[in-house]
């Protein structure tokens, strides 16, 4: 049952007026207010710090009440939300996972028939009322489990999405395809029975080719946000046949990084790596990247040198201004730290055999500045350079 009290005026002021306060002497207080609860309170609070950052849309709306936290954690990112939005098209989608709703608001607007199922009776509740003070008006509403609306309904979709619940019966964490819920692997194929377009969100923990080898997917979408790769979005190869060379889309999202994209085979393929030590411009590759495991590829498409086989470090006397990660320009190539004591440093460690605390501790390194120190290994030795980032 949704506390329409919570949206009254004095306490959306106390809600925003208490968004830096400690949340534990907030929930231990007794409220101010009559018919709202100090953890009601709190649960507000939380919510629309999330939202501040994760989905600021929201922010700029009225009468938006927010879910418990637990359920904030799982939703989707706007940034996400809104690139789902690009490629999960079509006249009739449905979401069999709804939750808190954010991915539906975007993949839903286009659609001229929309399905939102969600087994939570109360969260299917908040969402409703979410949706109408936002106009989201098209959308049919059920209080159910996907997969007995699957079983129950005949109808063909153009798409359907899912975010299937990582967390078990006592709110602990899941990441394995065969512990979530619903088990995507025991309802693949009523799914693509239903859709050529079925989307999946998966965690950012689950291995790559474990994922191919599980399900029969079509592409992969590899989604970082500002570096962080946030999720999995998977898509379900329509045909029988099992496919192991699925498509590959690595990006990062809220940067001005072009989409790398690649079929898996190719990786696999590749034996002409070639390998250096620095030269004068250094690149790495975006967390998305690294993510799919493009280690060779990335450096055959663009000309670039690979330092070693297992440092995911790459280097050319050319600049390369469309490379999709950091690029850095080289100051020197045998740099000594324990001479540089007084300055401060960035410390990037890639492939090296002490870890950063070790590091700092050994050469009594203090992080900061402008320039960084990267420790290495190149095909023949360990290394430490000197470089500057180039914006």
């Known amino acids: 049952m949704i506390n329409k009290n919570l949206l009254d005026k004095e306490v959306q002021k106390y809600i925003t007026n208490n968004l830096s306060s400690d949340l534990s002497e907030i929930r231990l207080k007794k409220s101010p207010f009559k018919n709202v609860t100090s953890l009601e309170i709190v649960q507000q609070i939380q919510g629309k710090k999330i939202a501040l950052t994760k ?21 989707s990112s706007q940034s996400t939300a809104l690139f789902k939005q690009k490629i999960i098209k079509g006249e009739k989608g ?69 975010d299937p619940s990582r967390r078990d019966e006592n709110k602990n964490k899941k990441f394995l395809l065969e512990d979530l819920f619903p088990n995507i692997l025991q309802i693949r194929d009523i799914l693509t029975n239903k859709s050529t377009n079925v989307y999946i969100k998966l965690s950012p923990l689950l291995d790559i080719q474990k994922t191919i080898e599980q399900l029969n997917l079509s592409d992969i979408y590899i989604l970082a946000v500002k570096n962080e790769v946030k999720e999995l979005l998977v898509k379900l190869n ?27 085979d190719e990786e696999k393929n590749i ?5 250096s030590s620095p030269e ?11 993510k799919s495991g493009a280690f060779k590829l990335i450096s055959l498409r663009f000309n670039l040198k690979k ?16 490379f999709p990660g950091r690029f850095f320009e080289i100051i020197e190539t045998d740099f000594s730290p324990s001479k540089n004591i007084h300055n401060k440093y960035n410390i990037i460690n890639r492939n090296y ?39």
């Open 55 to 75: 989905f600021p849309f929201l922010n700029k709306q009225k009468n938006i009440i927010y879910p418990p936290h637990i359920n904030l954690e799982q939703a």
């Open 94 to 162: 449905i979401d069999l996972t709804g939750g808190t709703g954010i991915d539906s608001y975007f993949i839903s607007e286009y659609a001229k028939e929309f399905y939102f199922i969600e087994p939570d009776v109360n969260l299917m509740d908040l969402v409703i009322h979410n949706f109408h003070a936002l106009n989201r008006a098209h959308i049919n509403f059920i209080n159910n489990t996907a997969e007995n609306f699957l079983n129950q309904n005949q109808d063909f979709f153009n798409f359907i999405y899912l």
């Open 238 to 264: 329509p045909q029988t046949s099992f496919n192991t060379n699925p498509h590959i889309h690595c990006f990062n999202l809220e940067t001005f990084q072009p989409e790398f994209s690649f079929y898996k």
């Open 271 to 275: 034996t002409n790596v070639v390998f």
């Open 280 to 290: 004068k411009y250094l690149f790495m590759p975006n967390n998305s990247i690294l």
């Open 307 to 322: 330092l070693h086989p297992n440092t995911h470090l790459y280097t050319s006397d050319n600049f390369i201004e469309n």
């Open 353 to 391: 055999p002490l870890n950063t605390e070790q590091i700092k501790k050994k050469y009594s390194i203090k992080e900061g500045g402008e320039n960084y120190i990267f420790f290495t290994r190149t095909i023949n030795k360990n290394i430490c350079f000197l470089a500057k980032r180039i914006i």
